[in-house]
């Protein structure tokens, strides 16, 4: 039997130091793999946080209030019939919080109070369809944005659209009040209304801050 080992060729190396090497990368495998396990559980557990905080807010419904909320009113580019602006809201606290609804938009000016009529969809901004429930907004955190709409009937078209209107009513700004709001925020603008005919329109609240809420097509 020793005869017959005898004559198979031996290796020029030796296999305690391929094993040692074997067992050694195997080692550095399992160390990264538990590694890598351990981050994903990490960022697991941030995510389902973050997830659970908004889902909360959502599900108990808890509205945002009147301190709680900053707003800002930027310039829509106009179109033939109408100017307006996107009043864009903000989370001031560090507490998540909801939107939904209309918020309220007075104007006054010269003595004259006008408060814009509520509207699903206008020229500028709002839901896509008038058949679109009124969404429900989580602003979770000072980045979220949510946003609205309030329109007027230019001077440019007021001889086509009130002929009896010869006088602008011009404002330097806006009153809004957040839907079940109490206090009111004043925003400064330069706008021209006119034709009490046509009075100013507000649209309601939505994500984002363009004031108008995407069809399923446009945010795929």
Do not use: W
């Not at 707003?71 to 106009?78: N, T």
């Not at 330069?190 to 507000?202: D, E, G, H």
């Amino acid at each position: 039997m020793a005869s017959v080992f005898a004559d198979v060729p031996r290796f020029p190396f030796s296999l305690d130091r391929l094993i040692a090497e074997a067992k050694r990368r195997a080692r550095q495998r399992r160390l990264a793999a538990t590694v890598l396990v351990l981050a994903m559980v990490v960022a697991g557990a941030a995510l389902a946080l973050r997830v659970s905080d908004r889902v909360a807010a959502l599900a108990g419904h808890v509205q945002c209030r009147d301190g709680q909320i900053g707003a800002k009113a930027v310039l829509l580019p106009g179109a033939t019939q109408a100017v307006g602006r996107v009043i864009r809201y903000r989370d001031l606290s560090s507490s998540a919080c909801t939107l939904s609804g209309y918020p309220t938009v007075s104007i006054s000016a010269a003595g004259l109070s006008e408060i814009a009529a509520h509207g699903r969809a206008g020229m500028l901004g709002g839901l896509s369809s008038r058949r679109t429930s009124l969404p429900l907004v989580l602003l979770h955190d000072k980045n979220a944005l949510a946003s609205s709409t309030v329109e007027f009937v230019p001077a440019a078209t007021a001889d086509s659209l009130c002929p009896g209107k010869k006088h602008p009513l011009v404002f330097s700004s806006i009153s809004v009040t957040v839907p079940d709001g109490q206090n009111s925020l004043t925003l400064p603008v330069s706008t021209t209304a006119v034709c009490s005919q046509f009075p100013a329109l507000a649209t309601p609240i939505v994500p984002g801050g363009t004031g108008r809420k995407p069809t399923r097509r446009q945010r795929s």
